[in-house]
């Protein structure tokens, strides 16, 4: 099967006028240290590689993580989440090196449904990565992932 083309334009004056790719420009990947979402990190780096895309990587501590507890607790858990964030972003920066793409790691604290969201809609993206939940519970109350989805503002790609 062959299609023609009406346009009888010289092929190297059409291509001047292409962007260069039709995928995402700006990526947000929603990563939090679990095996899925730094499967979904490689994705999204590999095909940020292969679009030319930049991406943003989004590390949420949950407020439900740190509410509730004594007083005692909370420092030594913030300690923690800060050391979670140390260490993903050394795992970012290897990834991304070795791939040769551009991206950056924000952390911030809220619901992670929030928050990647606002990240989304701050840095403009185009689309959003996250891995698929490996929490029996949001069968229930939901993922990360179906909400994301659900809100219907952005392709969302969940990683197995």
Request: hydrophobic letters at 40%.
């Amino acid at each position: 099967m062959s299609i023609a083309c009406s346009d009888t334009r010289d092929v190297h004056e059409q291509s001047r006028y292409e962007l260069g790719t039709d995928g995402p420009r700006v990526m947000v990947v929603g990563i939090d240290g679990s095996p899925t979402s730094l499967r979904a990190a490689a994705y999204a780096t590999g095909m940020a590689r292969r679009q030319g895309s930049r991406l943003v990587f989004v590390y949420v501590v949950g407020y439900s993580a740190v509410s509730g507890l004594a007083a005692g607790f909370v420092g030594p858990l913030t300690e923690a989440y800060g050391q979670v964030a140390d260490e993903l972003q050394h795992e970012v920066v290897d990834l991304v090196n070795a791939r040769g793409v551009e991206a950056t790691l924000q952390v911030r604290r809220g619901d992670p449904y929030t928050e990647v969201s606002r990240a989304a809609d701050e840095e403009q993206a185009d689309a959003v990565v996250v891995g698929a939940s490996m929490q029996a519970g949001h069968k229930l109350i939901g993922s990360l992932a179906g909400r994301l989805v659900r809100a219907s503002r952005w392709p969302v790609t969940v990683v197995p």
